[in-house]
């Protein structure tokens, strides 16, 4: 016990607030301090996603124009994800679909799937041994469909900038079901900017489309803001587990790095957005390709999970 203090949030901690006002009012925030110069906002009421980080008191993550925003306003009918696309640092696509809209054995599968629009079944927070943990469960179950259970510990060290996200997904239901997911990670702006430096130690990389492959020699160099810029996305593939993305801003001499096992989450994209207002880099893992889940299933790319099987996840987000 540390007699200097009377109450340990003098040095570290969570707590739980609720936002007012527009349409995240009512939305319940937990607000993670280390100690240490990591700060990081998860949210219960969307799927225990990450709303902000913060290093040593500047921002890191992007925040979308339409800002906070409560599962009550989702809308899954095409793209309109969009409308309560927050983004923050981190925001969890799947479980149902992951990228472009599309109908795949018949299903509707809306744009990045709906779990991060959905509130936690249950949700709590402690600290234990040095650690700071938020646990959390999501439901994406419904009667006479899938029935998937996402299953998440977000856990931050008191003495190291780091933190885990570890996402146990378990089908629950009585048939095998696909499933997809990807870490929807979004650097932001002081963090992200021109003189940013962005390291991929990948083995190949490939444009999603035309536009992008028709300037895959720039897939690391970030630019200005620019009006009507239109997004370019590359696919990273790594040959062995040891999956890795970085961004480095020499002006803060700042460094954010994400480790991920690729063997597991063979699916590492890099969003590269460079319009104005609209300014964000992602750095997204996961076991798919953002290309609808119909496309996926056609490349044998498509996951499953069979009655009561169960798969873990594991990213690690570490600043300095």
Excluded at 11 to 31: A, F, N, Q, S, T
Excluded at 84 to 103: H, I, K, Q
Excluded at 158 to 187: Q, R, S
Aim: glycine share 10%; hydrophobic share 30%.
């Amino acid at each position: 016990m540390n007699q200097y203090i009377g109450h340990d949030s003098q040095l570290y901690g969570i707590e739980e607030h609720r936002l007012v006002g527009g349409k995240g009012d009512g939305m319940r925030i937990y607000e993670i301090n280390n100690g240490r110069g990591l700060e990081l906002t998860v949210s219960p009421d969307r799927n225990g996603d990450i709303t902000r980080l913060r290093y040593k008191g500047i921002n890191m993550s992007y925040m979308s124009p339409c800002g906070y925003v409560a599962p009550a306003y989702y809308d899954n009918v095409g793209s309109n994800w969009l409308n309560s696309f927050t983004a923050g640092f981190l925001t969890t696509c799947g479980l149902n679909g992951v990228g472009t809209p599309c109908v795949d054995e018949g299903e509707d599968i809306p744009l990045h799937g709906s779990i991060a629009n959905q509130p936690c079944e249950h949700a709590m927070f402690y600290e234990e041994n040095g650690r700071l943990i938020v646990k959390t469960v999501t439901k994406d179950e419904t009667i006479f469909g899938r029935k998937l259970r996402l299953s998440r510990t977000i856990t931050v060290l008191t003495d190291d900038n780091a933190f885990e996200i570890a996402d146990t997904i378990e089908n629950t239901g009585g048939k095998i079901e696909p499933f997809e997911i990807l870490y929807h990670m979004n650097m932001g702006y002081p963090l992200l900017d021109e003189d940013s430096i962005i390291t991929i130690p990948s083995n190949e990389v490939k444009g999603r489309d035309d536009h992008a492959s028709e300037d895959i020699e720039n897939w690391m160099n970030m630019e200005k803001p620019q009006a009507d810029y239109q997004e370019r996305c590359y696919y990273h593939i790594f040959k062995d587990e040891k999956g890795y993305a970085e961004i480095y801003q020499p002006k803060l001499d700042t460094r954010l790095g994400i480790s991920f096992d690729a063997a597991e989450l063979d699916g590492f994209v890099e969003w590269k957005m460079m319009g104005v207002r609209d300014y964000v880099l992602g750095l997204e893992c996961g076991n798919c390709y953002p290309d609808g889940r119909a496309a996926m299933r056609e490349s044998g790319m498509l996951k499953f999970l069979s009655p009561g099987e169960k798969k873990t996840y594991k990213v690690t987000v570490r600043l300095s």
